[in-house]
């Protein structure tokens, strides 16, 4: 009414300077909260989990929620504020988005930024229209943070803050893939790939590129891209056995990606992804030949060997549409 008491509201978000040190834990409060636990030998891996957000050009700032909760149990690292909900509408927006938002989404979770220019204001209904307001979305709710200070209207460089919500989206892609195929052939396409088994590994990933439509909509018209990062979504099961590393210079070349293993007498594998368009006088027979010479040709093992890897396999995805021709070849 006309006399209420609480009136002319004024925001104060998260890009503006004014509240910057209110919106989260700051490193000296949290050295007092460790110290008086006593788990300040735990500062190093704290900073990696929940620290990693940006109000306005106020840097280190840390999840309350989930330092508060590390500590009730004792320093117990988990995603413990990325647990307090489904993420149902995160997960659609990411699973629905277009090819660039995919091919972002692959860069931040190699570790690297994107650019993007932010709004104020965002309006529900255009979040599938409109790529910038998805980021600002995910900007407001913590799912990415700020590398730098920002200004509204001009290209703001994001990240992703911490471990506790690059695990969100590693856990989000590998249950969209568990969901799409059984979990054992799931498991069984990450392990025959890493025996060299192409022939098994081919059936199953040409079952799971088809039994993917509601996850990755595939045009008859989508970039490359797209396939690679359907792949790099696939890989993140290898996390724990490989390093894996993606449009990287190696040789005389970039590869598409690389998957060096933590234990060098395993198998080291190079991947490169051709696509043929519906204008490309080509095949999927010749894509695949045409993508096995250019690895052999640009030495894209090179850093393989470099490492000390010796068993390496490269591999030739042709793509078009929902159909793929998978050959190998060792280096």
Known sequence: SIRSECRNYENS??????????????????????????????????????????????????????????MAKQGALAPYWVNTS?????????????????????????????EKTLEEGIVFSQLEQNP??????????????????????????????????????????????????????????????AQGDIE?????????????????????????RIYHA????????????????SNRESGLGRYDVLLIPKNLADLGIVMEFK??????QTTLELAVISALKQMEERLYAQELFDRGVRRIILIGFAFEGKEVLIRSKSA
């Open 132 to 193: 910038n307001t998805i980021w600002s979305l995910l900007l407001y709710s913590g799912y990415v943070a700020l590398d730098h200070t920002p200004a509204y209207g001009l290209s703001s460089r994001l990240k992703i803050p911490n471990f506790e919500i690059r695990e969100l989206y590693r856990g989000m892609i590998r249950d969209w893939f568990i969901a799409t195929l059984q979990e054992y052939k799931y498991k069984l396409l990450l392990s025959s790939l």
């Open 86 to 114: 489904d993420n149902a509408m995160i997960k659609h927006l990411i699973a629905q988005g277009t090819d660039e938002l995919k091919s972002d989404l692959e860069e931040l979770l190699r570790g690297g930024t994107i």
């Open 275 to 280: 696509k043929v368009g519906r204008f490309e």
């Open 230 to 245: 359907f792949v790099l979504g696939m890989l993140i099961g290898f996390q724990d056995r490989y390093e894996i590393k």
């Open 13 to 70: 978000p998260i890009l503006d300077e004014e509240f910057q040190d209110k919106f989260g834990l700051l490193e000296s409060e949290v050295l007092v909260l460790l110290e008086e636990a006593g788990l300040i030998h735990l500062l190093p891996q704290i900073r990696q989990w929940y620290n990693g957000y940006r109000i306005g050009s106020c840097a280190k700032i840390y999840n309350p929620w989930s330092l508060l909760s590390c």
């Open 200 to 224: 098994t590994f081919s059936q199953i990933f040409k079952e799971f590129l088809l039994s993917s439509v509601s996850v990755f909509d595939v045009p008859a018209d989508a970039s490359e």
